[in-house]
């Protein structure tokens, strides 16, 4: 495995040149070709499978439907070599693609019934939260699912904490209504949307859903943790958006509360990082930061991020993706660069992240990658760190190409195919990989399913 942030520093020095090659990631690993998928779910290089270990509509555990929309994703050790994978469900009030409990939710237990976030003043509950699988990768084998978060609307990302559990995002900012036509579907909604919710991983049935307040109410996409100190960082999917971070009360317990800030340029207050008109900030530049403090961040009104811009706040182009390698975050903007096809940026905390030192020694921005029409990724989203040191990045590009690709990122800025999925159009999300780096999980995310991929992954 390479240093991680020797990663990120190779890549920025790489990653000006517009036109990268597809190629190989080791020789054990890719040939430069991946093998049509005789099944048509996913095409994946030679020696190398899945396996569909959760579908849209088949039964949980719990008696439940598998939702549909699978998104955001974490894979977390359990007990006896077995992997727990905690998923979100990107789905909103009458969506097409069926939740967990849309024929049976009146049958539930009133003991279930409770737990949810938003019961919809009992006529239509919320269809989006989280899934989690308990997989045996020894026989690659489901051997328990269930609905670990309920009744919160358009869940999307989110991102693992170091203590055990994932955050889940809602990308919606839902206001109470008594009843509205959403797709033909008459939608009641008791509570305000827009909240990060926590799933332990250890989870063994539905759990309370309580919104952590203090995180914001924005349209959330996705989360990271700084593990030395327990700051949470977030993405925002706005045309206009802001990069957040949560200083917590007690790092760990994100209950108790916190302050929320986001991030602006020194000397450049609200900063515009989009590339499209102009070059705003150039490849491999690598700009000092600071942190503003945001008030009324449980507003009534949608506009968080304007309010944080007017103060000095630097401006994203629909941040998506965010993963921690070390103690440095790299996050997606999906449509970000000259061409609007995305931009990948990195952001390394201060020795002293959330201090009243940090200004000694401040955080640093950098673009180390912005896409054009010669790249193999486009529209990036969801991502993570590889246990081989590269980026994998997930697309939702179906506009451009038809169809979405996961791609790989390497120190010098080159890139490779990894999978394609080449058949549904869907975007492909929730990319991450088991602890022990043996099994890559995939979702596709329409009509809904996640994958487990097995093979020669390089070590």
């Given at each position: 495995m390479?240093?991680?942030?020797?990663?990120?520093?190779?890549?920025?020095?790489?990653?000006a040149?517009p036109?990268?090659?597809q190629?190989y990631?080791?020789?054990?690993?890719?040939?430069?070709?991946?093998l049509?998928?005789a099944d048509?779910?996913?095409d994946?290089?030679a020696?190398f499978t899945?396996t569909?270990?959760?579908?849209r509509?088949?039964?949980?555990s719990?008696?439940?439907?598998v939702?549909?929309a699978h998104?955001?994703?974490?894979a977390f050790d359990?007990e006896?070599g077995?992997m727990i994978?905690?998923c979100n469900?990107e789905?909103?009030?009458g969506s097409?693609?069926?939740?967990?409990y849309?024929?049976s939710?009146?049958?539930?237990?009133k003991?279930?019934?409770?737990r949810f976030?938003?019961?919809?003043n009992e006529?239509s509950?919320?269809?989006?939260?989280t899934?989690?699988?308990?997989?045996?990768?020894?026989?690659r084998?489901?051997?328990r699912?269930?609905?670990?978060?309920?009744?919160?609307?358009?869940?999307?990302?989110?991102?693992?904490t170091?203590?055990?559990?994932?955050?889940?995002c809602?990308?919606?900012?839902g206001?109470?209504?008594?009843?509205v036509s959403?797709?033909g579907?008459?939608?009641?909604?008791?509570k305000?949307?827009?909240?990060?919710f926590?799933?332990?991983s250890?989870?063994?049935?539905?759990?309370d859903a309580v919104?952590?307040?203090?995180?914001g109410r924005f349209?959330?996409e996705?989360a990271?943790?700084h593990?030395?100190?327990?700051?949470v960082?977030?993405t925002?999917?706005?045309?206009?958006?802001?990069f957040y971070r949560?200083i917590p009360?007690v790092?760990?317990?994100?209950h108790?509360?916190?302050?929320?800030?986001?991030?602006?340029?020194?000397?450049e207050?609200?900063?515009?990082?989009h590339n499209?008109d102009?070059?705003?900030?150039?490849l491999r530049?690598?700009l000092?930061?600071?942190?503003?403090?945001?008030?009324d961040?449980?507003?009534q009104?949608?506009?968080l991020?304007?309010?944080?811009?007017a103060?000095?706040?630097?401006k994203f182009a629909?941040?998506?993706?965010?993963?921690?390698?070390?103690?440095v975050f790299?996050f997606t903007?999906?449509?970000?660069?000259?061409?609007r096809?995305?931009q990948?940026f990195t952001y390394?905390?201060s020795?002293?992240e959330?201090?009243?030192r940090?200004h000694?020694a401040?955080g640093?921005l950098?673009?180390?990658?912005e896409?054009d029409k010669?790249?193999?990724?486009?529209n990036?989203?969801?991502?993570?760190?590889a246990?081989?040191?590269d980026?994998i990045?997930?697309e939702d590009?179906?506009?451009?190409?038809n169809?979405?690709?996961?791609?790989?990122?390497?120190?010098d800025?080159?890139?490779?195919?990894?999978?394609n999925?080449?058949?549904?159009g869907?975007e492909?999300?929730g990319v991450c990989?088991?602890?022990?780096?043996?099994?890559?999980?995939?979702?596709?995310q329409?009509p809904?399913?996640?994958l487990?991929?097995?093979?020669?992954?390089?070590t």
């Amino acid at each position: 495995m390479i240093n991680r942030r020797h990663f990120l520093q190779s890549i920025a020095a790489a990653a000006a040149t517009p036109a990268l090659t597809q190629g190989y990631v080791a020789t054990r690993m890719l040939d430069g070709e991946l093998l049509p998928d005789a099944d048509r779910i996913l095409d994946l290089p030679a020696g190398f499978t899945y396996t569909i270990i959760s579908q849209r509509g088949d039964l949980m555990s719990d008696g439940l439907p598998v939702p549909g929309a699978h998104d955001g994703m974490a894979a977390f050790d359990g007990e006896n070599g077995r992997m727990i994978l905690v998923c979100n469900h990107e789905l909103s009030a009458g969506s097409k693609y069926a939740g967990p409990y849309e024929r049976s939710y009146f049958d539930l237990p009133k003991s279930m019934q409770s737990r949810f976030y938003d019961r919809g003043n009992e006529t239509s509950p919320g269809l989006g939260g989280t899934s989690t699988t308990i997989y045996n990768p020894a026989t690659r084998k489901v051997e328990r699912q269930f609905l670990s978060l309920g009744g919160t609307d358009i869940n999307c990302a989110g991102g693992q904490t170091p203590w055990g559990s994932w955050l889940s995002c809602e990308e919606s900012f839902g206001q109470p209504v008594q009843s509205v036509s959403n797709k033909g579907h008459a939608v009641s909604r008791e509570k305000r949307h827009g909240y990060v919710f926590e799933v332990p991983s250890a989870a063994t049935e539905l759990v309370d859903a309580v919104p952590l307040k203090d995180m914001g109410r924005f349209e959330h996409e996705a989360a990271a943790v700084h593990e030395p100190s327990g700051i949470v960082y977030l993405t925002e999917d706005q045309w206009q958006s802001l990069f957040y971070r949560f200083i917590p009360k007690v790092p760990g317990q994100l209950h108790k509360g916190g302050r929320l800030q986001a991030l602006a340029i020194v000397g450049e207050d609200s900063k515009n990082t989009h590339n499209w008109d102009r070059v705003d900030l150039a490849l491999r530049q690598s700009l000092s930061t600071r942190w503003i403090d945001l008030d009324d961040v449980d507003g009534q009104e949608n506009d968080l991020r304007f309010r944080g811009a007017a103060l000095g706040a630097a401006k994203f182009a629909r941040g998506e993706g965010l993963t921690a390698a070390g103690d440095v975050f790299a996050f997606t903007c999906t449509i970000g660069g000259p061409s609007r096809l995305g931009q990948i940026f990195t952001y390394e905390p201060s020795l002293y992240e959330g201090s009243e030192r940090e200004h000694e020694a401040p955080g640093q921005l950098t673009l180390i990658a912005e896409a054009d029409k010669n790249s193999l990724f486009n529209n990036c989203d969801n991502l993570t760190m590889a246990p081989w040191g590269d980026l994998i990045v997930c697309e939702d590009t179906e506009a451009v190409t038809n169809h979405c690709a996961l791609v790989g990122v390497r120190p010098d800025g080159s890139q490779y195919l990894i999978a394609n999925n080449a058949y549904s159009g869907s975007e492909l999300a929730g990319v991450c990989f088991s602890p022990d780096g043996k099994t890559m999980f995939l979702n596709i995310q329409y009509p809904g399913m996640t994958l487990a991929i097995t093979g020669d992954w390089p070590t």
